[in-house]
Structures are given as structure tokens and as C-alpha cells.
């Protein structure tokens, strides 16, 4: 089954108020900027393709993609920066 090789997080500088939570006197809010979907596109790609690289992989190699994205745009925009067809996430 799956398995995970190594991990890494990553923050584009100037984009801390796009993605994350509101605290409130009601609790916590997500927020996800409208904007999320383009500093995929223009970065995620390139970034995850340089991970695998220093592992030796591609993006072919991976069998199964597992995303938790925050939406549909999100998810589409993962899967264009990455080549993937619109079923494989």
C-alpha cells in the first residue's frame, strides 16, 4: 500500500494570510483564499518535482496521490501544476 518516504512543508513568502484559521469567541475558521488556487499553479509543481527528484523519483513514479486541498479549484489547480489527469487525485 501507500507508504510515506519523506516529508516537507514549504511557505511562500507573502501568502501567510491565504490559507489558515481564524480564531474567534465562536471557535475556530478556515480560511481559504480565493487566491490559493493561483500560487499552486505558479509554484506547487515545480517545488514537489525537485522533492522528488532528491529522492530519486518522478512524477510518473507515484502510483496513488493523496491531496487534502481545501476544494474542487484547489484540487484542479494540483493537478495541472503536476501534469495529472482530473481523476488522479
Avoid: K
Avoid at 499553479?41 to 522533492?51: M, Q, Y
Amino acid at each position: 500500500g501507500p507508504r510515506v518516504v519523506a516529508t516537507r512543508s514549504h511557505l511562500y513568502p507573502g501568502t501567510e494570510q491565504l490559507l489558515g484559521w481564524e480564531i474567534g469567541a465562536t471557535g475556530f475558521r478556515v480560511v481559504i483564499d480565493a487566491g490559493v488556487p493561483d500560487i499552486v499553479r505558479g509554484h506547487f509543481g515545480r517545488h514537489l518535482r525537485a522533492f522528488l527528484a532528491e529522492h530519486e523519483l518522478t512524477v510518473d513514479d507515484i502510483g496513488t496521490w493523496i491531496c487534502h486541498p481545501g476544494g474542487p479549484r484547489i484540487l484542479s489547480a494540483v493537478s495541472e501544476s503536476l501534469g495529472l489527469s482530473d481523476d488522479a487525485l
